[in-house]
């Protein structure tokens, strides 16, 4: 027959030395655990700010309006030949803008189109410093051809230009002709 032993004849058990073991492999897991969530953490922390801060400067002002709008008529009085105004960096605006039309869209809308104007109706001439990049301090004249309109913009009628530079964020020029019309206006 076999052997039975009772409980308080076999002193077997567990030992100091493996519960030493068992415990630092315990710790040695959990550090590991927790290097790896705090690394992925810290990683997706960093690319939550680089996230923000890009937005930050695609949204942020690059283009101010410098003076005021002029609008030129034709010499019947009927309809707007163009619009004229300065543009300048913004003053919170630390980066240069290319202001060319390989690097800027402009788009005229009213409430019977809206379409980008062409390279070639619109013109650019430096008041303050030369080249195509609009560095802080320097100043350009735009003036924007709208012969090609159909209806022409004229009397009473709102309207506007957005300006598109490559980056930073879209300036909107919104100006309402008066109800009469005379050969160059002020639009402020």
Known sequence: ?????????????????????VLIAFVVVASVFA???????LISSEKSKETV?????????????RGAVVANVNAA???????????SNASQSYKAVE??????????VDEDQALNIAASDWTVTWLTGSGVILDPGE?????????GLTPRLGKGKEFSIQVKPQ??????????????????LSLN
């Open 167 to 184: 980056t930073g964020a879209v300036l909107l020029i919104n100006r309402t002709m008066p109800p009469e019309l005379f050969r160059s």
């Open 53 to 65: 801060l890009g937005a930050v400067g695609e949204a942020s002002a690059t283009l101010n309006v």
């Open 99 to 108: 202001v060319s039309d390989k690097a800027m869209i402009l788009t005229y």
């Open 1 to 21: 027959m076999g052997r039975y032993t009772s409980l308080g004849e076999d002193q077997r058990g567990i030992t100091g030395l493996e519960t030493a073991i």
């Open 35 to 41: 290097f790896a969530v705090l690394s992925t953490g």
């Open 77 to 87: 009085l009927t309809g707007v030949d163009t619009i004229k105004f300065n543009l």
């Open 139 to 147: 100043q350009v004249e735009i003036v924007v051809t709208l012969t």
